[in-house]
């Protein structure tokens, strides 16, 4: 004859099948975590050698520009020409920069419903 199941064995048959879920889920997003850090590894690394290689275009063509402009003005001006043009890409990056860098606000909305987490939540004092 089989024992009917009382209130204390499905609670700890819930609470058994609940903690293997959870560890379960746990170890699914470790794995999701890492072959995304894995492709995201990969993908910064391809950005870096594009970001190199744009470095050799915008050099050569800086070096083409010198050569091009020294054609009308003289060699020593046309060097001076090409870098007063890059100060001013660089002037212009630097402020269209600062200017995304002080709309960054963190995260607001996470702050605030962490503040309406139930005090019953957050650690409290022993009196004595």
């Known amino acids: ?54 470095h050799f275009v915008l050099l050569f063509l800086s070096v083409a520009a010198w050569v091009g402009i020294g054609q009308w003005t003289g060699h020593g001006w046309s060097a001076v020409i090409v870098a007063v043009i890059w100060a001013v890409i660089a002037a212009i990056l630097a402020v269209v920069a ?6 960054v606000k963190g995260m607001p909305k996470t702050a605030q419903t962490v503040k309406k987490i139930p005090s019953a939540f957050n650690p409290k004092e022993e009196t004595r």
């Open 1 to 54: 004859m089989e024992e009917p199941n009382t209130l204390g064995t499905l609670f700890s048959d819930l609470t058994q099948n609940v903690s293997v879920l959870v560890r379960q889920e746990v170890e699914l997003a470790k794995t999701e975590l890492k072959e995304s850090a894995s492709n995201a590894g990969k993908g910064a690394g391809m950005y870096a050698g594009a970001g190199i290689a744009a």
């Open 98 to 103: 600062r200017k995304q860098l002080k709309s």
